[in-house]
C-alpha cells in the first residue's frame, strides 16, 4: 500500500522555532500569557488569527487561540483558509497532500472532507501553491499544543467572490466537533499612525460582518469576506480579541504590518443577536 505524501514544514526555523521542545515551549508560554476576552463566555465557531513570525504576531494570534481551551477534546476538525503569498491563485486550492508536519508531529487532512472538496468545480487540487505557504503552517503549532485529536481542511483561497466562499464554508460547517480558523494579517507596510488608522476602520468593518473587505486592508481578504459573509447569515456574532501592529510587538514603527484576532461565536437557535462595534 502506497504511503500517502506528507507536506514537509517550509518555514520551521524562520517564522517559529524548528526545535520541538523550543517550539512547544514557546506556544505554552504564549498561550499562558494570553488575555482572556471577560465578556467572551461562549467558545467561537470561528477566529480570524495573523500569520507572521512568532516575533511579531504570535502574542495576538494566542489571544484567539486561547479562547479554545474548553474546547481541547471536542474539536476534531479544523477547517484552515488563508492567502497564498508566493503562487497567484484563483478560486480555492486544496493539497494532494494528506498531512502537514511540523516539528511536533504530522497532522493530518480530514479524507472525507478531501474527497468532498475535489469533486467541487471551485475547488483545484495542486500542491504547488501549498509548498513554501506559511499562512497555513504557523497556525499548526498552536492547534497541536491545543487539541488532543484532530485532523485539517487546508484551503488556500484567491481572488473569487465572497458568496462561493461562504457556500464552501456552509458544505463544511459541521457542528461543534469543527473550528473555523481564517489566517490573515491586516495593512502592509504603513507608517505605525497610518495603520493604525486603517485597522481601526478594518476592525470596524469586521465586527459589522461586511464582506467587502480589499487586498490593502488584509492579505487574506478573499478568505475573509467568505467568513463574514457566511457568519452574517447564520448570525454567529463577532468579538474583537486583539488589534496590534508589529510596532507594538517588535518595536520598530517605521514600516509596520497590522495584525487583529478576532472571535465569531455561534449561538443555539434562530435568535439574532447584537454585533459588537
Do not use: M
Given at each position: 500500500m502506497a504511503i500517502a505524501p506528507i507536506r514537509p514544514a517550509a518555514v520551521a526555523g524562520h517564522f517559529y522555532p524548528s526545535d520541538p521542545e523550543q517550539l512547544r515551549t514557546q506556544v505554552s508560554e504564549m498561550l499562558a500569557a494570553a488575555l482572556p476576552a471577560e465578556d467572551l463566555?461562549?467558545?467561537?465557531?470561528?477566529?480570524?488569527?495573523?500569520?507572521?513570525?512568532?516575533?511579531?504576531?504570535?502574542?495576538?494570534?494566542?489571544?484567539?487561540?486561547?479562547?479554545?481551551?474548553?474546547?481541547?477534546?471536542?474539536?476534531?476538525?479544523?477547517?484552515?483558509?488563508?492567502?497564498?503569498?508566493?503562487?497567484?491563485?484563483?478560486?480555492?486550492?486544496?493539497?494532494?497532500?494528506?498531512?502537514?508536519?511540523?516539528?511536533?508531529?504530522?497532522?493530518?487532512?480530514?479524507?472525507?472532507?478531501?474527497?468532498?472538496?475535489?469533486?467541487?468545480?471551485?475547488?483545484?487540487?495542486?500542491?504547488?501553491?501549498?509548498?513554501g505557504e506559511h499562512s497555513l503552517e504557523v497556525q499548526l503549532p498552536f492547534l497541536q499544543t491545543l487539541l488532543e485529536r484532530f485532523e485539517i481542511v487546508p484551503l488556500l483561497v484567491g481572488h473569487g467572490t465572497p458568496a462561493a466562499v461562504a457556500d464552501l464554508l456552509d458544505i463544511l460547517w459541521g457542528g461543534p466537533e469543527t473550528l473555523i480558523v481564517v489566517s490573515s494579517d491586516l495593512s502592509h507596510y504603513l507608517s505605525y499612525d497610518d495603520a493604525r488608522a486603517l485597522d481601526r476602520s478594518t476592525a470596524r468593518q469586521l465586527l459589522e460582518l461586511r464582506p467587502a473587505l480589499q487586498g490593502e486592508q488584509c492579505c487574506g481578504a478573499h478568505a475573509l469576506n467568505g467568513l463574514l459573509a457566511v457568519a452574517a447569515r447564520r448570525g454567529l456574532e463577532p468579538y474583537l480579541l486583539d488589534l496590534r501592529n508589529s510596532g507594538d510587538t517588535a518595536g520598530d514603527r517605521s514600516r509596520v504590518v497590522g495584525y487583529a484576532s478576532v472571535a465569531f461565536v455561534e449561538f443555539p437557535g434562530d435568535g439574532v443577536h447584537a454585533v459588537r462595534h
Open positions: 463566555t461562549t467558545p467561537p465557531k470561528a477566529i480570524l488569527v495573523p500569520h507572521a513570525g512568532y516575533l511579531y504576531s504570535g502574542a495576538i494570534a494566542a489571544n484567539a487561540y486561547c479562547t479554545l481551551q474548553s474546547l481541547h477534546t471536542r474539536i476534531r476538525r479544523v477547517v484552515l483558509l488563508g492567502p497564498a503569498h508566493r503562487v497567484p491563485i484563483r478560486g480555492v486550492v486544496l493539497p494532494a497532500a494528506q498531512g502537514f508536519r511540523t516539528p511536533l508531529g504530522v497532522v493530518p487532512v480530514d479524507e472525507a472532507s478531501w474527497n468532498l472538496l475535489r469533486e467541487l468545480p471551485e475547488v483545484r487540487v495542486d500542491d504547488r501553491p501549498h509548498a
